[in-house]
């Protein structure tokens, strides 16, 4: 395995106490050479490499970043490039009025993320990946979370909408087993509603407004690259 440098618990909406779901870990691979932020140009024969950030699944209630480690190791050592797994609130099993997480709660704490990702100054102020260039992953309900970021409902309110340097930034997006349809899930599986859809969007007789397949591509950047993985 390629030797990797490793920083976790980076909070990006900073706390006190620190909130744990809302930090990432960082792996980033030994062969590109740091950039320190002051100079206009990277230090030596490397190129600063791209970012992938790993937006983790779990039915929006359940699992976290350190789940996913041995991933984002393989990752970064398969492609060479900085791997950045986040965290995002979760919505409670047992949800009630005080303490409901609902969507768009975990999209807008993912999206802080990536709009940090794309300004943050690097451990110690060294710049270890190119911030121009984000390749993003999300696997299950994050596949949903990433595209309800990056797609527009056709109608009613926008309540997650990525800044122009986020949207230019990014230049894929992969979603792995992702959630799409709600309502169309709860067709096959009805017993999802009570297992973990009320408590991730709230009663409703419909998610229509939801689900993304009903979204459109942002008009401000219409040519973004999408890989969708499903088995």
Sequence with gaps: MEL??????????PS???????NFDIYIPKQYE????????????????????????????????LDHAGLARRLASFTGYAVAVTNYRLSPRETTEANAIHHPDHAKDVLRFLEFVITWRGPHDISVYDSNRLCLMGHSCGAHILSSIFLEAKRGEDPLC?????????????????????????????????WFIEAAFGRRSTYEEASVTKMIPRVAYRYLQWLIVHS
């Design 162 to 194: 990525p800044s122009a340097k986020l949207l230019e930034s990014t230049k894929a997006i992969i979603t792995s087993e992702g959630i799409y349809d709600i309502d169309l899930l709860l067709s096959s599986f009805p017993a999802y509603r009570a």
């Design 4 to 13: 990797l440098e490793e920083y976790t618990n980076i909070s990006y909406i």
């Design 34 to 65: 740091p950039r320190n932020t002051s100079d206009e140009q990277p230090r030596g024969p490397h190129t600063i490499s791209p970012l992938v950030c790993f937006i983790h699944g779990g039915a929006w209630r359940s699992e976290d970043k």
């Design 16 to 22: 006190e106490p620190c909130n744990n779901f809302h």
